[in-house]
T-cell receptor, first 116, second 117 residues
Framework: DTAVSQTPKYLVTQMGNDKSIKCEQN?????MYWYKQDSKKFLKIMFS???????INETVPNRFSPKSPDKAHLNLHINSLELGDSAVYFC???????????????FGPGTRLTVL | AQSVTQLGSHVSVSEGALVLLRCNYS??????LFWYVQYPNQGLQLLLK??????LVKGINGFEAEFKKSETSFHLTKPSAHMSDAAEYFC???????????????FGTGTRLTIIP
């Protein structure tokens, strides 16, 4: 069984469209994240949720809206897609609950978004 | 804010040679440090982590890293490179202000490791 899964794996779309990426984890973790990896492989956190509550929101344009229907799912909806949104988006999860950044984050396989 | 710097965006070593990937951190207090590996077209996998216990940390696939406070470094090493080690390697630091659900990883820019047959 895949621990952290994302759909779709590839997403090609036109500028101005709205698209969603889904993430599911079966590890029983409380915390989930979205990261963006740009064309130079630089990884940066976008959001984190703990038990469906938004915790981290890193100066991401409000065209990006995460939604967590339950603690096993964290979806990312992107409105009015722009060329600069082309990247690989990674979902991750961790147990949470221990202060001090100790908990390992488990990453999904990534979704490669290409905006034309 | 904490940060990590990875020296060398590309490193090439011969099969069987020593692998050394460099990472320096910036922090006013002891951080939590991580090395992740990303194989082509895959997600990130944790190699090892430093959490203020032993300064020499052993990870998977024969990798290890040593935390050196005096040098603010956390370099990754492997005594003998295998072809299967070819991948992108990321050093990361965890924000010590992290609390419940706020465990933000800040990544370095990555080092691509190439193994020469």
């Amino acid at each position: 069984d895949t621990a952290v899964s994302q759909t779709p794996k590839y997403l090609v779309t036109q500028m101005g469209n709205d698209k969603s990426i889904k993430c599911e984890q079966n590890l029983g973790h409380d915390t989930m994240y979205w990261y963006k990896q740009d064309s130079k492989k630089f990884l940066k956190i976008m959001f984190s949720y703990n038990n469906k509550e938004l915790i981290i929101n890193e100066t991401v344009p409000n065209r990006f809206s995460p939604k967590s229907p339950d603690k096993a799912h964290l979806n990312l909806h992107i409105n009015s897609l722009e060329l600069g949104d082309s990247a690989v988006y990674f979902c991750a999860s961790s147990q949470g609950g221990l202060a001090g950044g100790y908990n390992e984050q488990f990453f999904g396989p990534g979704t490669r978004l290409t905006v034309l | 804010a904490q940060s990590v710097t990875q020296l060398g965006s590309h490193v090439s070593v011969s099969e069987g040679a020593l692998v050394l990937l460099r990472c320096n951190y910036s922090s006013s207090v002891p951080p939590y440090l991580f090395w992740y590996v990303q194989y082509p077209n895959q997600g990130l996998q944790l190699l090892l982590k430093y959490t203020s216990a032993a300064t020499l940390v052993k990870g998977i696939n024969g990798f290890e890293a040593e935390f050196k406070k005096s040098e603010t470094s956390f370099h990754l090493t492997k005594p003998s490179a295998h072809m299967s080690d070819a991948a992108e390697y990321f050093c990361a630091v965890s924000d010590l202000e992290s609390n419940f659900g706020n465990e933000k990883l800040t990544f370095g820019t990555g080092t691509r490791l190439t193994i020469i047959p």
